[in-house]
C-alpha cells in the first residue's frame, strides 16, 4: 500500500524522462527555463497526499487555463489523483498535501524527502496540521470512540503535525485550499529558479488594496484579518463577514491586542479560543493566542 | 503484479488505483475458479470530524465540514445549513433556496466535468490520463476543461471561491451575487450547455462492458425538479419513501475492520446511491431537453449498468447546466441574503444530492448553540457495499481475462463509483488472490 515509486540507484538522476511522458515537446511554457535550453530534461514534478481533503492538488486540476501548459512544462511522474502512469523517483520537485496522523506517514514522508530536489508543501493540513489537528488539544481516544465502533481497527498518532516537524520543507504555501494563482506562482518561480513572490503581511492590506469596508470597524464584526496572512484576496471582508484565518497567521502578528478587540466585540473566552482553533489551529501563533485566552491571559 | 500462493492461490497487487479521489485498496480471492471474497479497504486516515464537532457552535458546520471533501465542498455546507434550520425552525425565502441551487449547480458541473474527462473517460479511450487524451485529442480535453471552469467560476462567483466557498451560512448567505455578477458567468456557462450536450453523444458511442445489477436505488426527490441542493422525501426502488427526518430509521452506519470509513445498511440490505439512483428515481423531474439527451443516448428510463454512469453524469451536466442559466435568467438584485437563525436544542438532519449521491448530516444542539453530537454520512461510505457487490460480479464475469486486463476492468468498476474516499475517510490497493 503507497509504496513509494524508488529507483534503486541512489538520487543522482533527477530529471530523466520515461516513455510514457517523453513527448517532445515544440511549445514550452513561456516562462520555462526549458526554452532557453531545449535539450534539457523536463523536470519531473510529484504530487502526494497525507490526511487532508483533495482540494489543494485539486487546485493544479483547477487551473484550467494553465494545466495543459504545465504539464507541458514538466513531466508528472506521480500524480495519481490525474494519472495511473507512475514513472519512478527521485523527483526535482515534489508537492506535499495533508497532514501526518498515521505511524505509516511518518515513514512514508521521510522516503518522500530522500527522493525529492525539492519540497513544497501546499496548504494548510501540510503546513499547520490542518483542522484535523484539532486532536492535539483533545482526547483522541475518545474521538475515536465517538466515530468508530471499534476504534482497535484504526491505526492513528494522537497528533496531527505538519510535514516540517518531521523533514526539511524547502517552501510553504499557506490556505486552506491553496489560493490557484499564488500555486501557479510557485511552480513558475521553480521553473525559472527564483524565490516565488509570495506576500507575509496582513490580509488588511489586501482590504485597503481592494476598498473594502473594514468590518470589524465599520459593522462590529470580529475579523482574524490583522494577524491572518494575505494571500485569498481579502474574501471574506469582500463578502461582507470577518477573515477566519485559512491562510494562517501572517509575519508578527500581534494575536495579544485581537484577542483584546475580539473580546470587545462581544465575543466570550469560549469563541475567541474557537475562531483561532480551525484550519490552522495547529499554527504556532494561533496555537499560543488561543492557549493564552483558556489560561485567562486577556 | 501477481504472487503464487503456497497453496495454489494467486494474489495479485497493484500499488494504487489512480483516478480517484483519496486512496484505498482492493482484495479479491479465489478458490476454485470461484470468487470466495471481496473487500474494498479504505486506509485513508480517519480525521476525526463527528469527534471534534462536539463543542463547537452550530453556526460552525458549513465551514468546518466543507474541509472533508475539497471537491464536493457544497454538498456538506447545504447538508449542515439545512440540519441546523431543522433544528432551529427556520424557513428560508425561496430566493435563497434559489441561490443554494446555483451554487450548487456549480459544485456539480466542476465535480462531474472533472469526473466524466479526467477520471473516467480515459479508461474507455485507452489513456493514463486526460493529460494524455489532450496530446491526441485536444478538442475534447479542451472543452472539457471549458466546461470544468464554467462550473468554477461560478462557485467562485456566488461562493466566494471554487474550494471551500466562503459565502455559505446557516441561514442564507452572507452577500447575494449581483445580477452584474451573474451576467459575467452567462456566455461560458451557454458555451457549456452546447458542450455537454455534444458530450452526451460522444460518451454514448464509448464500448461498455455488459453488467446490469439489481441495485436497491435511494435518492432524495423534491416535487419541484431534479434533486440537488434538497429533497423532501426520500424515495428507493423498494418502493420505500419517507420523510429526510426519518433517515437515521432507515440507515444504520457499521464498522468493518478493513475500512476507516463506516459501511451502511438502508432498511437492513446493501444500497446504492449517485447519479444512476438519482437518474432512475426521477427520469421525470429532468428537463426536456435532459430527457430528451438521455433517450438519444440510448439510455431508458431507467439505467443498472454502473458503467453508463457516465452518460448519465454528462446528462446530469446538461440539467445543471440549463438549471444554471434559467436561475441566472431570473435573478433580480435586491433580495435578503439571509434569515436571523437563533439556536434551540434539539436534532436535526439535513440531505442533499452531492455529485457523488445522497449526504446526510445529524446534529444535536443545546440551548446555546453548541454541538453535542454529529453524524455525518457521505455516498461513498454507503455506496462501499455496492462497490463490493460490482467488484464481485466483474471479478466472475471476466475471470477468464488475464492479470493485467482484469485488474483493469476491477480499478474500471470502482472508478464507476466516482468515489471520493477522502469523504469516507486515500489508498486503492489492488489484490486479487487466485487458487
Known amino acids: 500500500m503507497g509504496d513509494i515509486p524508488i529507483a534503486a540507484s541512489s538520487p543522482a ?17 513561456a516562462e520555462t527555463p526549458a526554452e532557453a535550453t531545449p535539450a534539457e530534461p523536463k523536470p519531473k514534478l510529484a504530487v502526494w497526499k497525507f490526511a487532508s481533503c483533495d482540494g489543494c492538488q485539486l487546485s493544479l486540476l483547477n487551473c484550467e487555463d494553465e494545466l495543459l501548459q504545465i504539464a507541458d512544462s514538466v513531466t508528472i511522474a506521480y500524480f495519481p489523483e490525474a494519472t495511473r502512469a507512475i ?17 505509516e506517514d511518518v515513514r512514508r514522508i521521510h522516503e518522500i524527502r530522500e527522493q525529492s530536489a525539492t519540497l513544497v508543501t501546499i496548504g494548510a493540513c501540510a503546513t499547520a496540521g490542518g483542522i484535523q489537528a484539532l486532536r492535539n488539544f483533545a482526547d483522541v481516544d475518545a474521538f475515536r470512540s465517538i466515530v468508530y465502533a471499534h476504534p482497535e481497527y484504526l491505526s492513528t498518532l494522537d497528533t496531527s503535525t505538519p510535514i516540517a516537524s518531521h523533514v526539511d520543507v524547502d517552501y510553504e504555501l499557506r490556505g486552506c485550499p491553496v489560493d490557484k494563482g499564488q500555486l501557479v506562482e510557485v511552480l513558475a518561480a521553480y521553473l525559472n529558479g527564483r524565490k516565488p513572490r509570495i506576500p507575509t503581511y496582513s490580509v488588511c492590506v489586501e482590504c485597503k488594496l481592494k476598498g473594502n469596508l473594514c468590518v470589524p470597524v465599520a459593522t462590529g464584526t470580529p475579523c482574524l484579518g490583522p494577524v491572518t496572512q494575505a494571500g485569498c484576496g481579502a474574501l471574506c471582508p469582500s463578502y461582507g463577514r470577518g477573515c477566519y484565518g485559512c491562510f494562517g497567521p501572517s509575519d508578527s502578528p500581534n494575536t495579544a491586542a485581537l484577542t483584546r478587540q475580539l473580546a470587545e466585540l462581544g465575543m466570550d473566552d469560549r469563541d475567541i479560543v474557537r475562531v483561532y482553533r480551525t484550519f490552522n489551529a495547529g499554527a504556532p501563533e494561533f496555537r499560543a493566542a488561543s492557549e493564552a485566552v483558556e489560561a485567562g491571559a486577556r | 503484479m501477481t504472487h503464487q500462493l503456497k497453496d495454489g492461490g494467486q494474489v495479485m497487487h497493484v500499488g494504487m488505483l489512480a483516478r480517484v479521489e483519496g486512496e484505498g485498496g482492493m482484495h479479491i480471492e479465489y478458490r476454485d475458479g470461484k470468487v470466495v471474497d471481496v473487500k474494498l479497504n479504505i486506509f485513508e486516515p480517519p480525521r476525526f470530524y463527528e469527534g471534534f464537532l462536539r463543542g463547537r457552535k452550530f453556526t460552525e458546520p458549513p465551514d468546518i465540514t466543507a474541509r472533508i471533501c475539497g471537491i464536493c465542498p457544497v ?41 466524466i474527462f479526467m477520471l473516467h473517460a480515459p479508461d474507455f479511450l485507452g489513456y493514463e490520463s486526460a493529460l494524455d487524451m489532450a496530446k491526441v485529442m485536444p478538442d475534447v480535453v479542451t472543452m472539457a476543461l471549458r466546461i470544468k471552469k464554467a462550473g468554477n467560476d461560478l462557485m467562485t462567483v456566488v461562493g466566494g471561491r471554487a474550494i471551500h466557498p466562503v459565502n455559505v451560512k446557516v441561514g442564507g448567505f452572507y452577500r447575494m451575487p449581483t445580477v ?11 458555451q457549456s450547455l452546447e458542450d455537454a450536450l455534444a458530450a452526451v453523444e460522444l460518451v454514448s458511442t464509448f464500448d461498455f462492458p455488459a453488467m446490469e445489477q439489481e441495485y436497491t436505488y435511494v435518492a432524495l426527490r423534491h416535487p419541484e425538479g431534479y434533486p440537488l441542493e434538497r429533497g423532501t422525501e426520500v424515495v428507493a426502488t423498494s418502493g420505500v ?24 445498511r438502508f432498511d437492513g440490505g446493501t444500497y446504492f446511491v449517485g447519479p444512476l439512483a438519482r437518474y432512475s428515481l426521477n427520469f421525470d423531474q429532468l428537463s426536456p431537453l435532459a430527457q430528451d439527451a438521455a433517450l438519444k443516448a440510448g439510455l431508458g428510463e431507467t439505467c443498472r449498468n454502473p458503467f453508463k454512469s457516465i452518460i448519465v453524469r454528462a446528462v446530469e451536466l446538461v440539467y445543471a447546466l440549463e438549471e444554471a442559466l434559467s436561475i441566472i435568467d431570473h435573478w433580480r438584485d435586491g433580495y435578503p441574503p439571509s434569515v436571523p437563525v437563533a439556536p434551540r436544542a434539539g436534532e436535526g438532519i439535513g440531505a442533499s ?7 446526510w448530516h445529524r446534529y444535536v444542539i443545546d440551548e446555546e448553540g453548541i454541538i453535542t453530537d454529529a453524524q455525518i454520512v457521505p455516498p461513498t461510505s454507503q455506496n462501499q457495499a455496492s462497490i463490493e457487490m460490482d467488484l ?44
Open chain 1, 87 to 103: 514513472v519512478a523517483g527521485p523527483y526535482d520537485l515534489s508537492l506535499v498535501e495533508g497532514s501526518i496522523t498515521t505511524p
Open chain 2, 241 to 264: 419513501r419517507f420523510p429526510v427526518a426519518e433517515l437515521a430509521q432507515h440507515i444504520e452506519e457499521f464498522h468493518v475492520e478493513h475500512s476507516n470509513a463506516l459501511h451502511a
Open chain 2, 353 to 359: 444530492e452531492a455529485p457523488r449521491g445522497l449526504i
Open chain 2, 180 to 190: 452584474a455578477e451573474l451576467l459575467t458567468l452567462r456566455a461560458d456557462l451557454a
Open chain 1, 13 to 29: 538522476s533527477a530529471g530523466e524522462d520515461t516513455a510514457e511522458h517523453g513527448h517532445p515537446h515544440t511549445h514550452p511554457h
Open chain 2, 392 to 435: 464481485r460480479t466483474a471479478a466472475e464475469q471476466w475471470a477468464d481475462l488475464d492479470d493485467h486486463m482484469l485488474t483493469h476492468r476491477c480499478e474500471e468498476a470502482i472508478r464507476n463509483y466516482d468515489p471520493c474516499i477522502s469523504c469516507a475517510t486515500h489508498f486503492l490497493d489492488l489484490r486479487v488472490k487466485r487458487s
Open chain 2, 75 to 115: 454538498a456538506y455546507q447545504s447538508a449542515s445549513t439545512e440540519a441546523m434550520e431543522t433544528i432551529c425552525g427556520v424557513t428560508t425565502t425561496p430566493e435563497i433556496q434559489l441561490m443554494r441551487r446555483l451554487l450548487y449547480c456549480g459544485e456539480w458541473i466542476e465535480s462531474h466535468a472533472l469526473h
